[in-house]
């Protein structure tokens, strides 16, 4: 995904919907060549286009969560790329940071196997060269396109991997990680059994929420990668109970105005790294 891109997903973030044509004036480039990355982020399904429009509205909930501080997520994703071997095969579950990583494996060209349950994940890379996807059967839930419950335990019983990567919504320090509903927390905590070793894949952000559900409690967990603005009060939980914490930098991010004549004004984010 090129920078241009990556700007078009900053101003969606901060704007319900933006004319197509306006778009173009912000990022300086022709309606043509506009179009054809709209069309890009399209196929991966993280935005929508209707009626001279873009928005990432009506896109898929993991779609919309990887506009939110995509570079960030990003850099989290190729950090973790980083420990898998050639020819390894990873376990992988839903979400933003996890569909990253999923896209970052591909391209380092490690000819590496991903085992997931997230039919998203699976779609958004079945197109990428030098990786193979296998998809675990389960409770389909449409508003995460991710296979959940008993059956995607059951398809899993003969399944070992090194590394498992999981996202999470949320944390509570007396207890660990948490999600947001009780299927999928349930399904990754049985998955975890799969695998040696367990890393989570999270924005910094998510130390500061909380999860309905328990997802993982410490024991269970390898390492975390995620953004140097973690609370201390986190990063010295993660230390005490031994949790290897990597850390990548969070850009600044510098919000700024621009209007043109006659359109309503556009607020987006000038980020000084991508």
Partial sequence: MNDRNVKILEILTNNKN??????????????????????????????????????????????????????????IAKAAVETVEEGETV?????????????????????ATIITNSMFISNYICKMLNIKVIVLSG????????????????????????????????????????????????????????ANNVFILTESAKFTRRGAYNLLPFNSITGVFTDDKIPKEAEGILIKNDIRLNKVPFADEQIKWRQFAGQTPILYNDRNNN
């Fill in 139 to 194: 409770f389909f839930q449409p508003e995460s396109h991710v296979l959940v419950g008993p059956l995607a335990l059951k398809s899993a019983e003969n399944i070992f991997t090194d590394k498992f990567f999981i996202g999470t919504d949320g944390f509570i320090p007396a207890q660990g990680f948490t999600g947001r509903d009780h299927l999928r927390a349930e399904t990754a905590l049985g998955l975890t059994k799969r």
């Fill in 18 to 75: 933006v004319k197509v044509n306006l778009l173009a004036e912000l990022l300086d480039v022709s309606q043509v060549t506009l179009r054809r990355d709209l069309d890009s982020l399209e196929k991966c399904g993280i935005i929508r286009r209707t009626h001279g429009y873009a928005s990432l509205d009506g896109a898929d909930e993991t779609a919309r969560r990887m506009a939110v501080c995509y570079s960030v997520k990003r850099r």
């Fill in 91 to 111: 376990l992988l579950e839903s979400g933003s940071c996890c569909a990253f990583f999923a896209e970052e494996l591909a391209q380092a060209q490690k000819n």
